[in-house]
Structure formats: structure tokens, C-alpha cells
């Protein structure tokens, strides 16, 4: 039976949950034990992809596919997932699959279909049990599949909100039948600083934890979430009016780098502690000195600046794009680079193309981001324009590939009005059109070309160089793709396609020959980037705009 480790936030969304989550999940990594991860979400979407990334941050993308069947005949390939699996994949440097996302749409769909299916033929459906019991059940169908030594449950949104109350009641009901010593609540909040004062204020953090008690939860740790650490006061206050030991009152301020973290803690003494409240046995060992050299990679300056633009749509929040960021972050730290990212809004350039030139002076390198729709898109078709009359060197990625491509038949081929047809549907030359097998797509939700597929590179090609292999894994989120034949037309112009899939049927990358690094890529390696072994393609673009590459 494994043992459950669930993790709750206070005060307010987005204090680092899935951080926390993630470090301790390292803890346990570093003793020896298996452990496995679950994120609850409290939304009706029953999965992400449909959200707003400005609202909700990241749609990320597993490497398998989940078979979500709620009624026979109606089944979705979910791969889609909430942001936090990003992070929970970077810090234990394994996948986690797509059904570990436990979302109320999918709970709720579930029971009420199978409502309509006859399943409950006599009974009032109600939230208890019914809701309860199908939330527990897919806990125990994720538990089930690998067995893990410790399942770590992190419960999306705040303590107190109405959606996550049947989530709260399930961690409730499961601590209770776990029993003791086999499952432990970790309690993530806020302690503001006042600078006016110089104070750190605990009270939100003693209503939190009210509020948690009042929901029949007690904690067994408290991260305090601060931008200093804690004073021995704070502390002390925390511990007396949460009942927890003061050792258990762990202090979490900002850190240079977010995977210093697990080290925080393991200094704090929360590793030790969660094993002996768990009853496990196991002592940190070399992984945690590897992860000790990653992090000081992090740390260091190392004199030498690279300057990477990011231009898009979704710019005014850096969860949006963070698995680019952290991709990025991972190949400057490997060559040895401090990294400085310029962000720009891509719509900025559609009201003034005259801007481009300000906007771009001294960047080494230009990163086109994904997305869709028309809004930003025209700016970003600019950009890429702008970085083929510079030799800028350009990565672009899935939807930015596009709008590269849509540039190049544009500006060097001379087709002028090439589009994409997702940005005008009756472009007289649709450079980038639907995959075929969309065309017929009725459902939006899980209906893209999703989660990891094979592709076969060109020898001899930029991306041949930096895989040193001629076939790889990478994963995938799109519906829209660049049509073969009007990249055999653009060839003729300098344009390579260095990659596509086993069929040759799709394009999965596209280079420009003659310059120094512009690519762009159908696929995100940036979901298979990891601290201690960043993306083979971060990796050469990085090491082009800092003139590292030979």
C-alpha cells in the first residue's frame, strides 16, 4: 500500500504549490524511494487545453496518451495537462502520465453519465458519496498502476474555495482510512513581509489553517511561503496556532533558482521529517550531491550575457510560456551563459511595424512562441522576416514554425499573400493548412495530434547536429501543419526540411540554409528539457545566438 504525502495551499493560487510538491517528491527520490505524483484540479474543463494561458498558465503536454472513456462510444485521448506536471517531470527526471491530472470535469462527467448509463437505477446522486467515492476511485486506479512507495496528492486552488471542497473531503476520507503513519498533510501559505515594519505577518496563515480545520484537516507541516525566511517568532506563532511541532514549521522564501529548493528543505530537516512521520527509512545520497553541482550551475554568473526575445501573444504572464522558460534557463546554464529574456508583445508590432528595430536591438537570438489564432500573429510573421534580413538566429516552435514558414513563402519565395488557413481561411496560397484528419474533428477538447511521436531527421541537417541521432521522440500539440508541397516549392529557395514524420507525411521541422541557427520545429522539446540534461534543440539554439556553436 502506498503511502500519501497531500498537499494543500492557504491564502492565495499561485504561492508555489507544485514547486513544494515536486521538492519533496525529490526528497523522498534522493532516500531511495519510488514515488508518484497527482495534481486535483478544481475546474469543470476536463482537461486544460481549452484555457486561456494567460488565465490558467501553460497547457502541458505528457509523452503517453490517456484513453478518458466516460460512456462507451465517447472517448477522448487526453495528454493535455495541468502546468504543474511540467515541473513535477523537470524535478524527478521521469513522465508522469496524463491520467494523473484529476480534474472535476472529469469526476463529474464520469458519475453523470454513468447516471444516464443506469449505473445508480434507485439512488439520489449526490456529492457525497458519489462524487467522493469516483475521486477516490481514481486515486486508487493511479496508485494501482505503479505502486508507488509514496503518492504525492497535490490539490489545485485555495483552502476555502467552494470547488475544491469535495477534493478536501476525499483527502479527508482517505487519511482516515490509510490510517496512522501512513499518510501525511502538507499545508502551503503565505506569510507576507511588510517592509513598513519590517514584519513577517503569520495571520493569514492562522485563518488558513482555521479554515483547514474546519474542513476536519489537520496539518501535519507548514511551509511558510515569505520573502525572507522566518524569524524564530514567526515560527513559534505558526507551531502554537497550527498545533504542529516547531520543527515542522518549514521556512520557503524566494530563491535565486527554484531548484535550490529540495536543498532548502533538506536542510530545514522536512526529509528527515516526513520519514520518520511515514515510518521510512532511507538516507540522502550521491543524487543529491549531482543535484547539488546542477543547482550551483544555476547560481553562478558566468560573465558572459545572452539575449533571447520572446515574442507572443501571451506575454503579460511568464507561467504562459514557463516550459520555455525553463528550457532555455537549462541550456544557458549547461554552456555556461547567463541567460536575459526580453519580452515582447507581438501585437505591439502589428500597430507599428516601424517599432521592430527598437524592439529587437541587441538580442542574440529571437524564440517565436506558440499559440493560436489571428491575434499577435502578424507581428510574429514580422519578427521572423526581420531575423532572416539580420541572420538573427530564430527558433521557432509549433505555431511559431508556422508563422516562420508563412514568412519565408511570403518574403523569399514571393508569394504575398501566403497565410495560414487557421488566419485566413480563404488565403489563395494556404502554406499552412489542417492535418487532414481534422477536418472532421467535432469535439475541440483532446482532438489535437497530442503527446510524444517519432521523427526521423535528415542527416546533415542543424537538427541531425544537435540529436546526433537520425530518429527521436518529441511530443506534440497542434492540429495545424506546413503543406509538403509548398515546402518543395520553397526549397528551391534555400529552405531545408530537416525533419518529418515516419510516413513523410508531415513536416516536423523546417531550416534556412545560409544562415546561422533559424529553425523551426512542429513539436515542443521544451516538455522533454531537464535541469541536469536540457533539450538538444535549447541546446543549439542558445548555443547560436551566444556564438558558442562552431
Known sequence: MSKHIYVTGGVLSGIGKGVVTASIAKLLQWRGFDVDVIKMDPYLNVDPGTLNPIEHGEVFVCEDRWRFEPLEGLRFEIAEVDQDFGTYERFLDRNVHPSNNITSGQVYLSVILAERRGAYLGRTIQVIPHIIEEIKRRVAEVEGRRSPDVLLIEVGGTVGDIEAMPFLEAVRQMRLEKGPRNSLLVHVTLVPYLKTVGQLKTKPTQHSVKT????????????????????????????????????????????????????????????????????????????????????????????????????GKYVSIRDSY????????????????????????????????????????????????????????????????????????????????????????????????????????????????????????????ASMRLGAHEIVIKEGSLLHRV?????????FRHRFHIIPEYAEQASRYGLVVSSTDPEGRIVNSIEILGKRWIVGVQFHPEFKSRPNRPSPVYLGFVGAAAGKNK
Not at 329 to 356: C, K, Q
Open 212 to 311: 483547514l480545520l474546519g474542513l476536519g484537516l489537520q496539518p501535519d507541516v507548514i511551509v511558510a511561503r515569505s520573502e525572507v525566511p522566518l524569524t524564530r517568532e514567526a515560527r513559534e506563532k505558526i507551531s502554537l496556532y497550527s498545533n504542529i511541532p516547531l520543527e515542522a514549521v518549514v521556512s520557503a522564501p524566494d530563491l535565486e533558482t527554484i531548484y535550490e529548493e529540495p536543498l532548502l528543505f533538506e536542510r530545514e530537516g522536512l526529509g528527515r521529517y516526513i520519514s520518520e512521520k511515514l515510518g521510512l527509512r532511507g538516507r540522502p545520497g550521491a543524487p543529491m550531491r549531482e543535484w547539488e553541482g546542477v543547482v550551483s550551475r544555476f547560481k553562478r554568473r558566468w560573465g558572459r550575457r545572452v539575449r533571447i526575445a520572446v515574442p
Open 322 to 445: 514557463i516550459s520555455i522558460f525553463e528550457a532555455l534557463g537549462h541550456a544557458a546554464a549547461a554552456l555556461g551563459v547567463d541567460l536575459e529574456t526580453v519580452y515582447v508583445d507581438s501585437e505591439e508590432i502589428e500597430r507599428d511595424p516601424r517599432v521592430i528595430d527598437d524592439l529587437y536591438a541587441g538580442v542574440d537570438g529571437i524564440l517565436l512562441t506558440p499559440g493560436f489564432g489571428r491575434r499577435g500573429a502578424e507581428g510574429l510573421i514580422l519578427t521572423a522576416r526581420w531575423a532572416m534580413e539580420t541572420d538573427t538566429p530564430l527558433l521557432g516552435i509549433c505555431f511559431g514554425a508556422q508563422l516562420l514558414f508563412v514568412a519565408f513563402m511570403r518574403y523569399v519565395v514571393g508569394l504575398k499573400d501566403a497565410n495560414s488557413t487557421e488566419l485566413d481561411p480563404g488565403t489563395p496560397h494556404p502554406v499552412v493548412d489542417l492535418l487532414p484528419e481534422q477536418r472532421s474533428v467535432k469535439y475541440k477538447g
Open 467 to 475: 540529436y546526433g541521432k537520425t530518429r527521436v521522440r518529441e511530443r
